[in-house]
């Protein structure tokens, strides 16, 4: 199997799937990305605060954030340390430089691009992806918040397209999101579904199409209403995340979630104007509370600060 985009997202997906035996080839814009994304799955697995580690979970300099790690994930955790599953990843040639006789000589069964939710980016890969993969490869999309129908009409053979969605942080979560488009044939669904069991997550299998499938739809809205609580000066994003977390009983706030899958990531859905539920502060006001952030450099977990300050960054 081919990931393309070795960022916080696609090395996470990387580990999960390796972690069950399934031979990766991750693919990036220059080989170091995919090979430091290598080197973070080794680094996970020996720091004690890694959420790959046993028992371990990085916890915020606050401690408002970051919920400690589950059962299912120090058994998988344990389970990677017990068997050489890093020797199923590899990186490959960037994506500019890999031909077609190298990609067939691969043989990837599935091809899944985890590039950044920027239309043009996901319009070029796919249109390389489609011009240099064997005509049986599926080639899936991970995207969030962008439908099969739109990013289908990149891909030759559309029939082959799907939409494979995992969910941050992958090592935590048990559901993957899969629905294709009106001309994907249905045992392109059938495999990814049985790929989504063969690591231990649930396929939920959306009847049709739908921006955000279902957690992510339901998870815009309260994001976007935690934003406009700041942008109103309700209150400030602490107790925001306070308020939420004492009455659900939950670890992780709206913020520390928007932390969590990437303060850039929330920038480019909100930028692409896919927010569905209607805004009572303009798209500028949330905007501005996320740019001052994401231009420091301060994108979430993954850069080691966001909202929140972290003891260690991601490398």
């Avoid at 693919?27 to 799955?41: F, H």
């Avoid at 495999?191 to 279902?214: K, S």
């Avoid at 939950?250 to 539920?277: H, K, T, Y």
């Amino acid at each position: 199997m081919l990931i393309i985009g070795a960022g916080w997202v696609g090395r996470q997906v990387a580990a999960r799937l390796a972690m069950s035996g399934v031979t990766i080839g991750l693919i990036d814009r220059t080989p170091l990305v995919s090979q430091q994304a290598c080197q973070w799955m080794r680094t996970c697995v020996t720091q004690s605060n890694s959420p790959l580690a046993p028992g371990s979970h990085a916890e915020p300099a606050n401690s408002l954030e970051q919920p400690a790690c589950n059962p299912s994930e120090v058994s998988i955790a344990a389970e990677a340390l017990d068997r050489p599953w890093l020797q199923y990843v590899s990186a490959l040639p960037a994506m500019q430089e890999l031909t077609k006789q190298q990609l067939h000589q691969w043989q990837p069964h599935v091809a899944l691009e985890c590039v950044p939710e920027q239309l043009s980016l996901k319009k070029r890969v796919l249109r390389q992806l489609s011009e240099l993969l064997p005509d049986k490869c599926i080639i899936a999309s991970n995207s969030s918040y962008f439908v099969p129908s739109v990013l289908s009409q990149f891909v030759r053979l559309p029939e082959r397209f799907a939409h494979l969605h995992f969910h941050v942080p992958v090592l935590r979560q048990s559901v993957a999101d899969i629905v294709g488009c009106s001309q994907t044939r249905p045992e392109v669904l059938q495999q990814l579904r049985h790929l989504a069991e063969r690591i231990e997550q649930y396929p939920l299998m959306l009847r049709h199409e739908h921006p955000g499938y279902v957690f992510n739809w339901l998870l815009q809205a309260v994001l976007k209403a935690a934003l406009e609580l700041v942008a109103l000066d309700v209150v400030d994003s602490e107790d925001v995340d306070r308020s939420w977390k004492a009455v659900t009983g939950m670890q992780v706030g709206p913020f520390g979630m928007m932390d969590q899958i990437g303060l850039d990531v929330i920038d480019q859905v909100l930028s692409n104007a896919r927010w569905a539920v209607p805004l009572t502060v303009s798209q500028e006001q949330l905007l501005a509370i996320l740019r001052p952030l994401v231009e420091k450099g301060r994108l979430g977990v993954k850069s080691g600060a966001g909202f929140y300050d972290y003891q260690e960054p991601n490398p």
